[in-house]
């Protein structure tokens, strides 16, 4: 809720307007996690606002570390629905990739939660909760906010907005625009709407394949958009306030780290004026793609770095434990069941 929301609500009880103020303090500022610890509010106002209004409405069930340092969490949701949230730590950032849906209908063909297909969506309340549980576990302030982990942002539209705009509020979370990332496998119509809302954000686009034949064999959703469609969209999004869009990139051996798919690859970037994160997929299970060797990740970097591509190899967290988007929250979901 925003100053103005709390406002209204409080006015609802016949509060004055500077309790919002106070309210806001302590939900923000002070990570307050109960009504109850408020205690500059009077008592009577203070059991009104619990029974009307709930601070958290997730718990986290499910909890794992890296050796790197990667924090990975599963968290119930209110309906007894599951997500998961992972926090990662840099020596002066900690980033949190934080869920938009319950599942995804994207149907990423190298995707764990792709495979479990979309249960709903999550409100924006439900967004921007993740990041405190984050810091909770993680015992530190989130620096940066990545919209990577399950389900499509951009299918969440008006969610992610508001959750973004709670993130880079000075009176709210206080994140710097430009450490907030939306990453979508490529909604053209989202993209351009998205551009309008004027949010010094980055954009991140899923391309993972640089041909259209290819790009619609691992990502189904993209049947029906097409990569010229989807390149015009993200060259408005640039145009509207001239901060390059990054190109996500999982590498799967023998079927997207070719020397063509680089070379295509290559002119994407050039047409874009955009970097590159190249990423090293995370085994989800059985299935028909792995991870390429180190030889071939490298030769793959090169031939982009030598047309000029600027590129960035994203280490890989948290291997260790369920690495991959939604494979924590499968192994919990059929734990519960059992």
């Known amino acids: 809720m925003t100053e103005d929301e709390l406002a209204a609500e409080l006015a609802s009880l016949a509060e004055p307007p500077f309790r919002a103020r106070q309210v806001a303090a302590w939900l923000w500022k002070k990570h307050a996690a109960a009504w109850s610890q408020m205690s500059d509010l009077p008592a009577a106002l203070r059991e009104a606002l619990s029974e009307r209004l709930a601070i958290f409405t997730e718990r986290v069930v499910g909890e794992a570390r890296s050796a790197d340092g990667t924090v990975k969490c ?27 849906q319950v599942g995804c209908a994207m149907g990423c063909a190298f995707c764990a939660t792709g495979q479990d297909g979309l249960r709903r969506d999550l409100s924006a309340g439900e967004i921007v909760e993740q990041v405190f549980h984050l810091q909770r576990l993680a015992g530190r302030r989130v620096t940066n906010v990545v919209f990577m982990g399950m389900g499509e942002p951009l299918a969440n539209y008006d969610a992610t907005v508001r959750a973004v705009r709670a993130m880079i509020d000075p009176r709210r979370l206080a994140l710097s625009a430009r450490h907030v990332t939306v990453s979508t496998v490529g909604l053209p119509r989202a993209i351009r709407r998205l551009a309008d809302e004027k949010l010094p954000i980055t954009l991140a686009i899923s391309l993972h394949a640089p041909t259209d034949a290819l790009r619609r064999r691992l990502v189904p959703a993209a049947a029906t958009v097409s990569l010229d469609e989807l390149l015009a969209a993200a060259e408005a999004f640039y145009q509207s306030r001239h901060r390059e869009v990054t190109l996500e990139y999982v590498l799967l051996a023998g079927v997207n780290d070719t020397r063509p798919c680089a070379e295509a690859l290559a002119r994407i970037a050039r047409r874009l004026r955009c970097n590159v994160n190249v990423i090293l997929y995370n085994p989800t299970g059985p299935a028909e793609f792995t991870r390429p060797s180190q030889a071939a990740v490298k030769a793959f970097v090169s031939w982009l770095t030598d047309r000029g591509t600027n590129v960035n190899l994203r280490r890989s967290h948290g291997l ?11 192994r919990s979901r059929q734990s519960a069941a059992r």
């Open 74 to 100: 599963v968290l119930e949701l209110g309906d007894g629905e599951r997500i998961e949230a992972v926090a990662i730590p840099a020596a002066k950032r900690l980033t949190a990739c934080v869920s938009t």
């Open 320 to 330: 260790d434990v369920a690495g991959a988007c939604g494979q924590l929250t499968r």
